[in-house]
């Protein structure tokens, strides 16, 4: 459960903002996200926008922003973190609000003009899920890079380098890696590119399958065009399915891209999954009519002036300002993206029991 201790100190206006809106953020969590149960595993996945190096100025993260961001993350029980920055006191500091049974693993940071200094992390609560020791960053022999038509050289590594780690929740061993794949642009070369990530990085899986046995899950942003796209083919062609009740949902704030996807290669089938979808913060924090409230607290040098394009330098209209908030501010204090998630069933128990009958074969326990 989440930490409040710190509220109190606030002052009044602050304070009761930051109290009605948790209030509804639990009430919207509670509408339209399974309630964690003993048989079952939440799982998700959230691109949290540059956390949080405010390394392009539109903030910093509000110190209310983090209580919203924990309040989500408390309802699920791993969460795969994409965006993490080099500095990790943010994501400390959200874990700690989150209560002592929470914790994290992350890797190091991608180094390059592609990796944006990012790190990948799991947010995890330790009473409900497993980490079984096993972590690594996925880095690809020299015969598998990735490379597109026309490129120089031998291939790349990919953009931001994903993550793998392997846990268990009530019966179910899993394997669990997180991407956040390079987006470029939709056509020519920088496509090419990204699903050529794709493909390679669902191939390196299919592959290593193979080789150790067991379930495997690619979740993060995969920056997917569309479910009829080849960006999505290239996570098929290699064995990875979207469940049906994943499938469909649109994750950027527009609801109009299938940039994040949870992607199952599935061995054992006693694995069935539940409800699934995603989260809009939206409906309870940083709304459209929270503009005057959080007017002051806005960047006036990008709140009042167009920054780039034909009206650069040019005042905004209060319109513009509004449209300022809601399609860019909010998203440097929470995200541009949506939290995507499914529940998926663990308790294996009556299968088990079943296979210990006479004349069938025992299943791993």
Do not use: C
């Given at each position: 459960m ?10 009044d206006?602050?304070r ?11 009430a919207?969590?509670d509408e ?8 079952s595993?939440?799982?998700a996945?959230?691109?949290i ?25 408390a ?25 002592e ?18 790190r990948?992390a799991?947010?995890?609560?330790w009473k ?8 690594g960053?996925?880095?690809?022999p ?13 291939g ?12 268990r929740a ?12 390079y ?8 496509l090419?590119?990204?699903?050529e ?5 669902a191939?390196?899986?299919?592959e290593?399958?193979?080789k ?14 569309s479910?009829q ?7 098929r ?18 609801k ?9 290669r599935?061995q054992?089938r ?16 940083y ?7 959080y007017?002051?607290h806005?960047p006036?040098?990008l ?9 650069k ?14 399609r ?5 204090q929470?995200?541009d993206h949506l ?14 029991l079943?296979s210990l ?6 299943l791993?326990?």
């Amino acid at each position: 459960m989440p930490h409040y201790r710190s509220i109190p100190s606030y002052g009044d206006v602050e304070r009761s903002r930051v109290i009605e809106r948790l209030l509804a953020l639990r009430a919207a969590l509670d509408e339209k996200v399974a309630k964690p149960g003993p048989d079952s595993l939440l799982l998700a996945t959230w691109n949290i926008r540059d956390f949080d190096s405010n390394k392009f100025g539109h903030g910093p993260r509000l110190r209310e922003a983090f209580h919203y961001i924990a309040e989500i993350l408390a309802r699920f029980d791993l969460v795969a973190v994409q965006e993490v920055n080099r500095d990790l006191t943010p994501l400390r500091r959200v874990v700690e609000l989150l209560g002592e049974d929470w914790t994290f693993i992350v890797t190091a940071v991608t180094e390059g003009s592609s990796g944006g200094q990012e790190r990948m992390a799991f947010v995890y609560n330790w009473k409900r899920v497993k980490f079984t020791n096993l972590a690594g960053q996925v880095v690809l022999p020299k015969t598998r890079l990735v490379t597109t038509p026309g490129q120089a050289g031998d291939g790349l590594q990919f953009a931001r380098t994903p993550y793998l780690a392997s846990f268990r929740a009530g019966w179910f061993q899993f394997n669990l890696s997180t991407v956040h794949i390079y987006f470029g642009k939709d056509t020519g070369d920088e496509l090419e590119r990204r699903i050529e990530e794709i493909r390679r990085i669902a191939g390196h899986f299919k592959e290593l399958q193979e080789k150790e046995p067991g379930d495997y899950i690619l979740l993060g942003d995969f920056n997917i065009i569309s479910p009829q796209h080849r960006t999505m083919e290239a996570l098929r062609e290699s064995g990875f399915e979207i469940p049906a009740a994943l499938q469909g949902f649109r994750t950027n704030l527009g609801k109009n891209k299938f940039y994040d996807q949870i992607a199952f290669r599935q061995q054992d089938r006693r694995l069935e999954f539940g409800s699934a979808g995603t989260f809009d913060f939206r409906d309870a924090v940083y709304r459209e009519e929270d503009f005057e409230a959080y007017h002051d607290h806005m960047p006036a040098h990008l709140r009042d002036f167009h920054t780039q394009g034909a009206k650069k330098g040019q005042p905004r209209t209060e319109e513009e300002k509004r449209a300022y908030y809601n399609r860019e501010w909010i998203t440097w204090q929470m995200s541009d993206h949506l939290l995507l998630w499914v529940e998926l069933k663990v308790d294996f128990t009556n299968d088990y029991l079943g296979s210990l009958l006479p004349g069938e074969t025992p299943l791993a326990n």
